[in-house]
């Protein structure tokens, strides 16, 4: 799944409470999101900058079928601290196109994603620090990612009861990547398969609180690299836990999740060892029948294997608050304003970070 299409969905998850309960037949959806990233002093580059305009549509079909199709256009830039200039790069991103089958409504779901190659599959080498730079998950850049040779995933997920309350959920899916050549001139990248599996709960408790949680472990194989060898990924954890309870008219909910990069396979180019950590709160707040603020605050932590043991990569907190607003009975908006402040090490310097993310989504229903 591409970056945008998941931002996508998570902006609709906060809809619901706007639009209402009804099932739509057919659901648009769009947006344009904005972020940049200035940096102190001792770094290769001093500002990092995104535009992303994610665009979605999803069709049911009947009381099973689900279709929906995700993609986005997206303009990085990096500006080069030595003053050589600017590298740019600009494009659609990967299409996702999905298909879920209800095999036992409301228990049992088969999906099958095909992700279609429509981003950028060869780039020049000039380009390859841009594509490093936004791909941290320190900063958490809409698009980390431009393209592939494309994939096919399929999986399935299902729920079940817990008592009379609670549910437990699980999924399992496998992701088989088509090879293709990111750098012109370069090897031939042949992806390794990925198997991912899930594992969720949620349920009330005391008082009107709702609790959340999913941990997803995710087993990616080596990446072949034309004649010079492979590219090992170690195995992935992410944990994810969040309460929500109410507060006077208000409803607060604290949130936070760690992915954690477990140690590589020996291999002639292993990925490091690496975790990141967040956590959130964030306040629902109605001002109207209409209109609901929703101020927050994340704090996320990154560490990085520098071959002695795990090192500080950075940390990044981030504030600010979005603004929900019911159109019409068939359209909803999001207005997003945050700031995120911080500090990034390399090689034994500290620099700080600063910067914004404006955001704007719409959707539409019928």
């Given at each position: 799944?591409?970056?945008?299409r998941?931002?996508?969905i998570t902006l609709?998850a ?13 659901t648009a959806?769009?947006?344009a ?6 940096f102190?002093?001792g770094?290769?580059?001093t500002?990092i900058?995104e535009?992303t305009?994610?665009?979605?549509v999803?069709?049911r ?8 199709v ?6 990085a ?7 050589s ?9 990967d ?5 879920t ?13 095909g ?7 060869e ?12 791909a941290?998950?320190l900063?958490g850049?809409?698009?980390?990612a431009f ?6 995933t399929?999986?399935f997920?299902?729920a079940?009861k817990?008592g009379?309350?609670?549910?437990v959920?699980?999924?399992a899916?496998?992701?088989?990547s088509a090879?293709?050549?990111p750098?012109?001139g ?9 198997i ?8 009330p408790?005391?008082g ?14 080596a ?10 990924i ?5 944990g994810?836990a969040?309460?929500s ?7 607060l909910?604290?949130?936070g999740?760690d992915?954690?990069?477990l ?6 180019v ?5 975790n990141?950590l967040a956590?959130?709160a964030?306040?629902?707040r ?6 609901t603020?929703?101020p ?8 990085t ?10 940390y990044?907190?981030r ?7 019911r159109?019409s009975?068939?359209?909803?908006g999001v207005v997003q304003a ?7 090490h390399?090689e ?5 970070i600063?910067g914004?993310?404006l955001?704007l989504?719409i959707?539409?229903?019928?």
């Amino acid at each position: 799944m591409t970056r945008a299409r998941s931002l996508l969905i998570t902006l609709a998850a906060a809809l619901p409470g706007i639009l209402g309960a009804q099932a739509a037949t057919t659901t648009a959806r769009s947006g344009a999101f904005f972020e940049s990233y200035s940096f102190g002093t001792g770094l290769a580059f001093t500002r990092i900058s995104e535009l992303t305009i994610p665009i979605s549509v999803t069709q049911r079909i009947g009381n099973r079928l689900v279709i929906d199709v995700g993609t986005a256009y997206a303009s990085a830039s990096v500006h080069e601290a030595s003053g050589s200039g600017t590298i740019t790069h600009s494009g659609l991103v990967d299409t996702d196109v999905r298909a879920t089958f209800g095999v036992i409504p409301g228990k049992l779901v088969f999906n099958l994603v095909g992700t279609v190659p429509t981003g950028a599959t060869e780039v020049s080498d000039t380009k390859i620090p841009l594509f490093g730079a936004i791909a941290t998950d320190l900063l958490g850049f809409m698009t980390p990612a431009f393209g592939s040779g494309g994939a096919i995933t399929a999986g399935f997920a299902s729920a079940f009861k817990m008592g009379s309350d609670w549910a437990v959920g699980t999924g399992a899916s496998y992701r088989y990547s088509a090879s293709y050549v990111p750098v012109k001139g370069g090897s031939e990248v042949n992806p390794g398969g990925e198997i991912r599996a899930r594992l969720g709960l949620e349920g009330p408790f005391g008082g009107g609180k709702y609790f959340r949680g999913a941990l997803v472990f995710t087993n990616t194989a080596a990446n072949d690299i034309g004649g010079s060898g492979q590219s090992t990924i170690g195995n992935r954890v992410l944990g994810y836990a969040a309460v929500s309870m109410p507060l006077g008219k208000s409803n607060l909910s604290f949130y936070g999740w760690d992915m954690r990069r477990l140690q590589a396979a020996p291999g002639p180019v292993p990925v490091p060892r690496g975790n990141v950590l967040a956590l959130g709160a964030k306040l629902d707040r109605p001002l109207s029948p209409t209109a609901t603020l929703s101020p927050l605050l994340e704090l996320r932590h990154e560490l990085t294997d520098n071959g002695a043991r795990m090192a500080l990569l950075g940390y990044l907190l981030r504030a600010g608050t979005d603004l929900r607003y019911r159109l019409s009975d068939r359209t909803a908006g999001v207005v997003q304003a945050q700031l995120a402040f911080g500090t990034l090490h390399d090689e034994g310097k500290s620099v700080s970070i600063v910067g914004p993310r404006l955001g704007l989504f719409i959707e539409w229903a019928r």
